[in-house]
């Protein structure tokens, strides 16, 4: 059964520096998402990918952070200069359809800033 | 007024009964309802989604939706010791086309020997 994958799946960084977390979403998706859940927390929106555009943007989803689709498999989010605060785990997700289709989930990426 | 609220627990249920799991929501315009699974220090995982009011039953599972009242509740039955995790409500909004899942806090389910 094809799922969402995420490298890698800890990150340990010192505050300031720049992390990439990386995800394969479905092959045959062409909605993408990542979302962040801080420990002991909701699970928050932050972007929305179609096209090779952002759709929708949450609060969180300041100017340190960025998307990207560098080829046909790859979907990623840059933190530019991490907080202490951005410590969380950052789910991707893909669906095929946008409207109403059931959104799958990768294994997460737990990120923590230092 | 929160999104989506749910009662965070913990709800503590006997193995074999029926687990009851609500879930209310404020937006009128919210047109699908999803719920997923998620185990401790793990990415949530889909269990249902409902889409019409009435009842939706998939195997154990049964999701039910009222959006006069803006409710949805998930019904566990013969429940057992691995349905013990946090079971979160979400709803979407459609932007451009492009969904946005809005979750609640979850509730944290145990099921007992």
């Known amino acids: 059964e094809p799922e969402v994958t995420q490298t890698p799946s800890h990150q340990v960084t010192q505050m300031g520096q720049e992390v990439i977390l990386r995800c394969v979403p479905i092959?045959?998706?062409?909605?993408f998402y990542w979302y962040r859940q801080i420990l002991g927390q909701k699970v928050e929106f932050l972007v929305s990918?179609?096209?090779?555009?952002?759709?929708?943007k949450s609060e969180i989803f300041d100017d340190q952070f960025s998307v990207e689709r560098p080829d046909g498999s790859n979907f990623t989010l840059k933190i530019r200069s991490t907080k202490l605060e951005d410590s969380a785990m950052y789910f991707c997700?893909?669906?095929?359809?946008?409207?109403?289709?059931?959104?799958?989930f990768g294994p997460g990426t737990r990120l923590l800033v230092l | 007024q929160k999104e989506v609220e749910q009662n965070s627990g913990p709800l503590s249920v006997p193995e074999g009964a029926i687990a009851s799991l609500n879930c209310t929501y404020s937006?009128?315009?919210?047109?699908?309802f999803f719920w997923y699974r998620q185990y401790s220090g793990k990415s949530p995982e889909l269990i249902m989604f409902?889409?019409?009011?009435g009842d939706k039953e998939d195997g154990r599972f049964t999701a039910q939706l009222n959006k006069a009242s803006q409710y949805v509740s998930l019904l566990i039955r013969d429940s057992q010791p691995s349905d013990s995790a946090t079971y979160l409500c979400?709803?979407?909004?459609?932007?451009?086309?492009?969904?946005?899942?809005?979750f609640g806090q979850g509730t944290r389910l145990t099921i007992n020997p």
């Open positions: 409902i889409y019409s009011n």
């Open positions: 979400a709803t979407d909004r459609i932007i451009q086309g492009a969904q946005k899942l809005v």
């Open positions: 937006d009128r315009g919210s047109q699908s």
């Open positions: 092959s045959n998706h062409l909605y």
């Open positions: 997700a893909s669906s095929n359809r946008g409207l109403g289709e059931t959104q799958y």
């Open positions: 990918f179609y096209n090779n555009e952002i759709s929708e």
